[in-house]
Protein backbone atom coordinates (compact mmCIF):
# COMPACT_ATOMS: atom_id res chain seq x y z
CA UNK A 1 0.00 0.00 0.00
CA UNK A 2 1.33 3.10 -0.61
CA UNK A 3 0.79 7.36 0.10
CA UNK A 4 1.69 10.34 -1.12
CA UNK A 5 3.61 12.87 1.09
CA UNK A 6 0.33 15.58 1.68
CA UNK A 7 -2.65 15.61 3.81
CA UNK A 8 -4.93 13.40 5.64
CA UNK A 9 -8.52 14.23 3.83
CA UNK A 10 -11.09 13.27 7.14
CA UNK A 11 -14.73 13.61 5.78
CA UNK A 12 -17.03 15.10 8.57
CA UNK A 13 -21.15 14.54 8.67
CA UNK A 14 -21.17 18.42 9.19
CA UNK A 15 -18.64 20.05 6.61
CA UNK A 16 -19.29 21.02 3.19
CA UNK A 17 -16.28 20.37 0.30
CA UNK A 18 -16.44 22.23 -2.68
CA UNK A 19 -14.93 22.03 -6.26
CA UNK A 20 -11.52 23.21 -7.05
CA UNK A 21 -10.44 25.32 -9.42
CA UNK A 22 -8.12 22.83 -10.96
CA UNK A 23 -9.48 23.05 -14.73
CA UNK A 24 -9.06 26.93 -14.39
CA UNK A 25 -5.18 27.10 -13.10
CA UNK A 26 -3.83 23.55 -15.23
CA UNK A 27 -3.94 20.92 -17.45
CA UNK A 28 -2.93 17.04 -16.88
CA UNK A 29 -4.22 13.68 -17.76
CA UNK A 30 -6.45 12.38 -15.35
CA UNK A 31 -6.51 9.26 -15.95
CA UNK A 32 -3.28 7.97 -16.31
CA UNK A 33 -2.01 6.18 -12.95
CA UNK A 34 1.99 5.94 -13.88
CA UNK A 35 4.19 4.28 -11.54
CA UNK A 36 6.64 6.44 -9.89
CA UNK A 37 9.52 3.99 -10.59
CA UNK A 38 11.30 6.98 -13.28
CA UNK A 39 9.89 9.74 -11.67
CA UNK A 40 13.13 11.12 -10.02
CA UNK A 41 12.58 15.08 -11.40
CA UNK A 42 10.36 17.66 -11.71
CA UNK A 43 10.46 16.95 -15.74
CA UNK A 44 9.99 13.45 -15.87
CA UNK A 45 7.02 14.41 -13.35
CA UNK A 46 5.33 16.42 -15.52
CA UNK A 47 5.66 14.41 -18.30
CA UNK A 48 4.29 11.08 -16.70
CA UNK A 49 1.19 13.20 -15.68
CA UNK A 50 1.10 15.14 -18.71
CA UNK A 51 0.93 18.06 -16.80
CA UNK A 52 0.90 22.02 -18.11
CA UNK A 53 0.52 24.64 -16.47
CA UNK A 54 -1.56 27.53 -17.67
CA UNK A 55 0.08 30.46 -15.43
CA UNK A 56 3.55 29.97 -16.03
CA UNK A 57 5.07 32.46 -13.37
CA UNK A 58 3.13 29.21 -11.04
CA UNK A 59 5.84 26.87 -12.23
CA UNK A 60 8.59 27.44 -9.84
CA UNK A 61 6.22 27.09 -6.72
CA UNK A 62 4.99 23.69 -7.95
CA UNK A 63 8.71 22.77 -8.68
CA UNK A 64 9.48 23.58 -4.81
CA UNK A 65 7.06 21.62 -3.26
CA UNK A 66 7.67 18.55 -5.63
CA UNK A 67 10.99 18.16 -4.89
CA UNK A 68 9.73 18.72 -0.84
CA UNK A 69 7.46 15.55 -1.34
CA UNK A 70 9.57 13.80 -3.57
CA UNK A 71 12.66 14.54 -0.19
CA UNK A 72 9.77 13.36 2.37
CA UNK A 73 8.82 10.21 0.23
CA UNK A 74 12.67 8.95 0.05
CA UNK A 75 12.90 9.69 3.63
CA UNK A 76 9.88 7.71 4.84
CA UNK A 77 10.24 5.06 2.17
CA UNK A 78 13.99 4.25 4.50
CA UNK A 79 12.52 4.01 7.53
CA UNK A 80 9.54 1.51 5.47
CA UNK A 81 12.90 -0.73 4.75
CA UNK A 82 14.42 -0.39 7.85
CA UNK A 83 11.03 -1.36 9.57
CA UNK A 84 10.43 1.52 11.21
CA UNK A 85 6.98 2.14 9.24
CA UNK A 86 3.98 -0.41 7.79
CA UNK A 87 3.58 1.28 4.47
CA UNK A 88 5.24 2.96 1.68
CA UNK A 89 4.64 6.71 -0.15
CA UNK A 90 4.48 7.23 -3.83
CA UNK A 91 4.01 10.34 -6.41
CA UNK A 92 0.92 10.69 -7.34
CA UNK A 93 -1.24 13.48 -9.36
CA UNK A 94 -1.22 16.00 -6.25
CA UNK A 95 3.08 15.39 -5.82
CA UNK A 96 3.89 19.59 -7.12
CA UNK A 97 1.16 20.56 -4.24
CA UNK A 98 2.31 22.01 -0.93
CA UNK A 99 0.01 21.66 2.22
CA UNK A 100 -1.18 24.88 2.09
CA UNK A 101 -2.31 24.49 -1.85
CA UNK A 102 -3.68 21.44 -1.29
CA UNK A 103 -5.62 22.23 1.46
CA UNK A 104 -7.04 25.35 -0.38
CA UNK A 105 -7.39 23.47 -3.42
CA UNK A 106 -8.96 20.10 -2.33
CA UNK A 107 -10.30 20.27 1.13
CA UNK A 108 -12.89 23.48 0.98
CA UNK A 109 -15.01 22.95 3.98
CA UNK A 110 -18.05 24.75 4.80
CA UNK A 111 -20.43 24.66 7.81
CA UNK A 112 -24.02 22.98 6.95
CA UNK A 113 -26.79 24.17 8.85
CA UNK A 114 -28.25 21.24 10.68
CA UNK A 115 -30.12 20.14 14.52
CA UNK A 116 -27.71 19.55 17.58
CA UNK A 117 -27.45 16.48 18.81
CA UNK A 118 -29.28 15.69 22.06
CA UNK A 119 -27.28 15.44 25.06
CA UNK A 120 -28.78 12.87 26.69
CA UNK A 121 -28.57 10.94 22.97
CA UNK A 122 -24.75 11.53 22.90
CA UNK A 123 -24.00 10.07 26.28
CA UNK A 124 -26.10 7.35 25.53
CA UNK A 125 -24.17 6.78 22.45
CA UNK A 126 -20.41 7.38 24.27
CA UNK A 127 -21.87 4.35 27.28
CA UNK A 128 -22.52 2.25 24.28
CA UNK A 129 -18.70 2.55 22.87
CA UNK A 130 -17.50 1.80 26.25
CA UNK A 131 -19.76 -0.99 26.52
CA UNK A 132 -16.75 -4.16 26.38
CA UNK A 133 -17.95 -6.12 23.66
CA UNK A 134 -16.20 -9.14 21.82
CA UNK A 135 -15.03 -7.27 19.13
CA UNK A 136 -11.27 -8.30 18.08
CA UNK A 137 -8.60 -6.32 18.69
CA UNK A 138 -7.99 -5.73 15.37
CA UNK A 139 -9.48 -5.95 11.72
CA UNK A 140 -8.49 -5.99 7.53
CA UNK A 141 -11.06 -5.71 5.86
CA UNK A 142 -9.12 -6.77 2.89
CA UNK A 143 -8.38 -10.12 4.09
CA UNK A 144 -12.42 -10.32 3.96
CA UNK A 145 -12.36 -9.65 0.59
CA UNK A 146 -12.80 -5.36 0.68
CA UNK A 147 -10.47 -4.49 -1.62
CA UNK A 148 -11.64 -1.87 -3.80
CA UNK A 149 -10.01 -0.49 -6.83
CA UNK A 150 -8.26 3.39 -7.12
CA UNK A 151 -10.54 6.10 -8.04
CA UNK A 152 -10.40 9.74 -9.18
CA UNK A 153 -13.34 12.21 -8.82
CA UNK A 154 -11.32 14.22 -11.46
CA UNK A 155 -12.28 17.72 -11.33
CA UNK A 156 -15.69 17.57 -10.27
CA UNK A 157 -15.90 18.45 -6.72
CA UNK A 158 -18.22 15.09 -5.83
CA UNK A 159 -16.24 13.64 -2.46
CA UNK A 160 -19.20 13.68 -0.25
CA UNK A 161 -20.96 11.34 -2.98
CA UNK A 162 -17.45 9.13 -3.11
CA UNK A 163 -17.63 9.18 0.32
CA UNK A 164 -20.95 8.10 1.08
CA UNK A 165 -21.18 5.27 -2.01
CA UNK A 166 -18.20 3.58 -0.58
CA UNK A 167 -19.28 3.42 2.93
CA UNK A 168 -22.33 2.06 1.51
CA UNK A 169 -20.27 -0.75 -0.59
CA UNK A 170 -18.65 -1.70 2.55
CA UNK A 171 -21.99 -2.07 3.84
CA UNK A 172 -23.14 -4.69 0.96
CA UNK A 173 -19.98 -6.48 0.92
CA UNK A 174 -20.21 -7.35 4.76
CA UNK A 175 -24.47 -8.38 3.76
CA UNK A 176 -23.49 -10.39 0.57
CA UNK A 177 -20.27 -11.04 0.72
CA UNK A 178 -18.35 -9.38 -2.32
CA UNK A 179 -18.27 -5.84 -3.63
CA UNK A 180 -21.08 -4.05 -5.52
CA UNK A 181 -20.12 -0.42 -6.36
CA UNK A 182 -23.60 1.81 -5.77
CA UNK A 183 -23.68 4.82 -7.85
CA UNK A 184 -21.61 8.00 -7.52
CA UNK A 185 -23.34 9.72 -10.30
CA UNK A 186 -27.09 9.26 -8.68
CA UNK A 187 -25.54 11.26 -5.56
CA UNK A 188 -23.87 13.81 -7.54
CA UNK A 189 -27.06 14.30 -10.11
CA UNK A 190 -30.02 13.91 -7.68
CA UNK A 191 -29.06 15.35 -4.00
CA UNK A 192 -29.16 18.90 -5.28
CA UNK A 193 -33.16 18.65 -4.16
CA UNK A 194 -31.57 18.46 -0.62
CA UNK A 195 -29.09 20.86 -0.74
CA UNK A 196 -26.17 19.65 -2.78
CA UNK A 197 -24.80 21.60 -5.41
CA UNK A 198 -23.53 18.79 -8.04
CA UNK A 199 -19.66 19.35 -8.85
CA UNK A 200 -19.92 22.46 -7.12
CA UNK A 201 -19.82 20.37 -3.88
CA UNK A 202 -21.93 19.03 -1.32
CA UNK A 203 -22.38 17.52 2.85
CA UNK A 204 -22.70 13.43 3.81
CA UNK A 205 -25.74 14.83 5.46
CA UNK A 206 -27.39 16.51 2.51
CA UNK A 207 -26.40 13.38 0.87
CA UNK A 208 -27.73 11.15 3.50
CA UNK A 209 -31.13 13.22 3.82
CA UNK A 210 -31.15 12.42 0.15
CA UNK A 211 -30.87 8.71 0.24
CA UNK A 212 -33.14 8.49 3.25
CA UNK A 213 -36.25 10.22 1.22
CA UNK A 214 -35.43 8.68 -2.19
CA UNK A 215 -35.33 5.16 -0.24
CA UNK A 216 -32.39 3.39 -2.07
CA UNK A 217 -29.22 3.85 -4.77
CA UNK A 218 -28.70 2.55 -8.49
CA UNK A 219 -25.45 0.20 -8.86
CA UNK A 220 -22.52 2.06 -10.43
CA UNK A 221 -22.81 -0.43 -13.07
CA UNK A 222 -26.07 1.33 -14.28
CA UNK A 223 -25.52 5.08 -13.33
CA UNK A 224 -21.91 5.25 -13.96
CA UNK A 225 -19.83 7.97 -13.07
CA UNK A 226 -18.92 11.11 -15.18
CA UNK A 227 -17.09 13.74 -13.41
CA UNK A 228 -20.01 15.94 -14.19
CA UNK A 229 -23.52 17.03 -13.93
CA UNK A 230 -25.17 14.88 -16.10
CA UNK A 231 -28.87 15.80 -16.24
CA UNK A 232 -30.50 19.43 -15.65
Request: hydrophobic fraction near 30%; charge should be positive; glycine fraction near 6%.
Given at each position: ????A ?10 F ?19 D ?13 N ?8 IER ?12 A ?16 V ?22 H ?12 G???TPT ?7 W????F ?13 Y??S ?21 Q???D??V ?23 G?M ?12 I?
Open positions: MKWTGVLLVFVMSSCGRSRAADEEKESVNQLPTDNITSFDSYLGAYKKYLIKYRRRIAFERNLEEISHNKEFVEGKSQFQMGNSFADLDNELYKKRMVRMRETNRKMDVSVNDEMVAANNMPQSLDREKGRTDPANQKTCGSCAFVSYAISAQIMQRIGRIEYVSKQLVCSETGNQGCAGGSLRYTLKYLEQCGIRDVDYPYTSAVSN
